[in-house]
């Protein structure tokens, strides 16, 4: 009887979320996160890809908006949009939310300017850590309250590594981006390519999508999902994968 009941209701979410014709309202982010979402005028990014496989399989049109990293965790708090880019590890908050399957692990590492002197080893308090505004960086939040290591915040990845990469040699300082997001503008900047490199990979989460506290968003969550399942291992998504990639 239970089996019944499960397969009743998954096709209940599935035929109600594909007979509607409503939306499903994505924020990204407005500033590039390459890979994972670039600029309008330059492309799409694996999280969009990965939408638009979603939207042109199921047939659930999209609505795709993009906003600042702050702007985006209001409208999910104030139901004004669906879904955004979010990780359950890198959250802090305590409304319920559904989550989708991760649509990629994440490696977060230490950019350091080459011949800074700058070691693991050492440890980072008393340093300055250049970071992207709203974010959270579970590995140094608790130095960073209690003083032990400055913040300062940039609105993109791509601020942060420039102005590590513009300023003079400096052993009190370094910056914390995706490593993928660091080899992505090292293959677009020479400058970052001369004077940065990647010290030490210091967090790991998955990228994911985080839904509004609603009913409709909870179905759409778990439409999502239920496409995911199968998606993720399948040829299409690695070929999304392999497209960003550099070419050796």
Partial sequence: MRFLIVIV?????????????????????????????????????????????????????????????????????????????????????????????????????????KNSGISEHRGFNGMVMFARFGYTYPKFEDAVNHGEIERRDFYSELEILLALAKSEVNNEQFGVVAKPTLEWYQRHYELLNERLENLTVIDSAPLQLQFAANDEATKACLHLNQFLDEFLGSKEYYQILKQYQPEH
């Fill in 9 to 113: 209701s998954y096709f209940c979410v599935c035929f109600s979320l594909a007979a509607s014709e409503r939306p499903l309202s994505v924020v990204l982010l407005n500033s590039p996160y390459p890979p994972y979402v670039l600029a309008p005028e330059q492309g799409t990014g694996i999280v969009l890809d990965i939408l638009n496989a979603y939207s042109a399989k199921t047939k659930q049109p999209l609505k795709i908006e993009y906003a600042p990293e702050v702007r985006t965790l209001k409208l999910i708090e104030t139901q004004q949009v669906d879904a955004r880019i979010e990780s359950e590890v890198w959250f802090l908050g305590t409304t319920t939310h559904c989550w989708s399957r991760p649509l990629i692990q994440v490696d977060d590492v230490v950019v350091i300017q």
